[in-house]
């Protein structure tokens, strides 16, 4: 019994020793390590340099096994988006054949009713060279001009919707004023009830709504156009939706303005006439075979000239005929001093 246990207290201290023993090593090594740092250095510099060739040689191959193991899960990743891109494509394919149903239906309408067709629309492509953010001016620069027939006023729009309007235009370049600029002002129109209203900047992410019928009440997401008045901007440009902000409205843009890099420069192939000036068989009244109405007499300008007394003429006696008083005429007149009862 005693003499298993002195075997058992022997063997324990046989194994504490090793323990106490690289517990003292390790402290000798970094105490000597604080103290001859550079000696370190260049222990592991040099195993570094020795064992170069095999990590050079193992480093391809690991790359490898990584680009490997990380393609499994982009793998998986794209199976996914390609599920959802398959969804989204066959969505969009039912909605361009009912997009081009609508568009044939409407060119039979059109033709039935005799109805003037919209003004054909001409574009510039032009790539965005420039931004100049300012506190009171947000603008783009376009590498198009009046060579490429940029002018004053033209929208500017990408795929999305409309970005600005040109306000400057150089021989090839074009300054473009932001929807979101303090001095952009536009005509805009609310659908579905075409509601007008003038949408304005405020250096703000979202135009305000301002200039809105009294009464007329918004309902959020309701798509924002172009209203066309003015004769510059096309009608019927897409601009955003409508976005709820306190008392007010906003309009959440389609566009990036930030991010936007090839715009296109809409211009209108054949302007909207003027009427004509209306003259005086022009008129209402004259065209539905109405007399016009008289003129009013002007105010007389001479002075009115005083009636002279009558002048008292004795009775004639009887079988005395009135004497004829010649009237004044020409000088080489003749003078006709007959009688009526001579003729």
Do not use: F, I, K
């Given at each position: 019994m005693g003499n298993g246990s002195w075997k058992i207290s022997r063997s324990r201290g046989r194994a504490h020793l090793p323990l106490t023993v690289v517990a003292v090593l390790a402290i000798f090594l970094v105490l000597l390590g604080k103290a001859q740092s550079s000696l370190f250095d260049r222990a592991r510099t040099g195993v570094i340099d020795w064992m170069q060739p095999a990590l050079e040689a193992s480093r391809t191959p690991m790359e490898?096994?990584?680009?490997?193991?990380g393609s499994i899960g982009n793998i998986f990743w794209v199976y996914q988006e390609n599920l959802k891109l398959k969804e989204e494509n066959a969505r969009l394919k039912q909605w361009h054949n009912t997009a081009q149903v609508l568009t044939e239906r409407l060119k039979r309408y059109q033709l039935l009713l005799n109805a003037v067709p919209d003004p054909a629309l001409s574009s510039v492509v032009a790539r965005v060279i420039g931004r100049a953010?300012?506190?009171f001016l947000q603008t783009m620069i376009l590498d198009a001009g009046k060579?490429?027939?940029a002018k004053p006023g033209q929208a500017v729009v990408d795929q999305r919707g409309m970005i600005g309007r040109v306000y400057l235009t150089g021989e090839h370049t074009s300054w473009v004023i932001l929807l979101t600029?303090?001095?952009s002002r536009i005509p805009v129109s609310i659908e579905p009830?075409?509601?007008q209203a003038i949408m304005s900047g405020d250096n703000s992410p979202m135009p305000l709504i301002?200039?809105?019928a009294r009464g007329v009440e918004l309902k959020p997401d309701s798509q924002v156009v172009t209203s066309g008045d003015g004769d510059i901007l096309p009608a019927g440009i897409p601009i955003g939706v409508i976005v709820k902000d306190g008392s007010h409205y906003r309009v959440a843009l389609f566009a990036d303005q930030t991010t936007a890099q090839d715009v296109e420069i809409v211009d209108f192939k054949q302007k909207p006439e003027h009427p004509p000036s209306v003259g005086q068989q022009e008129l209402p009244v004259t065209a539905a075979g109405l007399a016009p109405a008289a003129p009013q007499p002007q105010a007389a300008t001479s002075?009115?000239?005083?009636?002279p007394p009558p002048v008292y003429k004795p009775p004639l006696p009887p079988g005395q005929k009135p004497a004829v008083v010649p009237q004044q005429g020409p000088?080489?007149?003749p003078v006709n001093n007959a009688e009526p009862g001579d003729q």
């Open positions: 490898t096994m990584g680009r490997w193991m953010n300012h506190p060579s490429h027939g600029d303090l001095n009830n075409t509601d301002e200039t809105l002075q009115v000239m005083p009636v000088a080489n007149a």
